[in-house]
T-cell receptor, first 113, second 111 residues
Framework: DAGVIQSPRHEVTEMGQEVTLRCKPI?????LFWYRQTMMRGLELLIY????????DSGMPEDRFSAKMPNASFSTLKIQPSEPRDSAVYFC???????????FGPGTRLTVL | SQQGEEDPQALSIQEGENATMNCSYK?????LQWYRQNSGRGLVHLIL?????REKHSGRLRVTLDTSKKSSSLLITASRAADTASYFC???????????FGTGTRLTVIP
């Protein structure tokens, strides 16, 4: 298995633009997580899905952020409109039911100018 | 959303020395996990210890868990320059399916 795949790896955009981050979880994993990591706030859980259904989105910072999981092999995190304070590394992770071990993707480094 | 704290925040040692990192958490847990993050990369799972276990080994890694004190430690023996990374503890709370990460310890191993 190729592991969790994220695209793009780097994204530079201007304030106000829409940004879409993509994630392909490991096949067979029922859980998918979106995280944001910054120096100031560390690693934050934004939202997670179980069997494509959002379970907890309490970490989503505001309405500008939305996440979808239309099927078991694909998820998106969208920011519209983007702001400079959204600059961070966004990670996607997946896991199977049980002990909760998560497998992380390589991350998307987002820079909003 | 962070569950706990790691201590120290940063640690610098010479190659060959042992490195010890500590983690404290706040609620009852199913298990506690340690992850490593190399600069610019995603987190990688290292080791998991269940709430009914007190110690676990994996290669040069030794993890202890004290549920009465809500704390854990990660020991890396005979450190190598390649061990330079950030190390995070994460807990799975009782009844939950997601991880709660600590703040991380930045380990630097000097060759």
């Amino acid at each position: 298995d190729a592991g969790v795949i994220q695209s793009p790896r780097h994204e530079v955009t201007e304030m106000g633009q829409e940004v879409t981050l993509r994630c392909k979880p490991i096949s067979g994993h029922d859980y998918l997580f979106w995280y944001r990591q910054t120096m100031m706030r560390g690693l934050e859980l934004l939202i997670y899905f179980n069997n494509n259904v959002p379970i907890d989105d309490s970490g989503m910072p505001e309405d500008r952020f939305s996440a979808k999981m239309p099927n078991a092999s694909f998820s998106t995190l969208k920011i519209q409109p983007s702001e400079p304070r959204d600059s961070a590394v966004y990670f996607c992770a997946s896991s199977y039911p049980g002990l909760g071990t998560q497998y992380f993707g390589p991350g998307t480094r987002l820079t909003v100018l | 959303s962070q569950q706990g704290e790691e201590d120290p925040q940063a640690l610098s040692i010479q190659e060959g020395e042992n490195a010890t990192m500590n983690c404290s958490y706040k609620t009852s847990i199913n298990n506690l996990q340690w992850y490593r993050q190399n600069s610019g990369r995603g987190l990688v799972h290292l080791i998991l210890i269940r709430s009914n276990e007190r110690e676990k080994h994996s290669g040069r890694l030794r993890v202890t868990l004290d549920t009465s004190k809500k704390s854990s430690s990660l020991l890396i023996t005979a450190s190598r320059a390649a061990d330079t990374a950030s190390y995070f503890c994460a807990t799975v709370r009782t009844g939950a399916n997601n991880l709660f990460f600590g703040t991380g310890t930045r380990l630097t191993v000097i060759p």
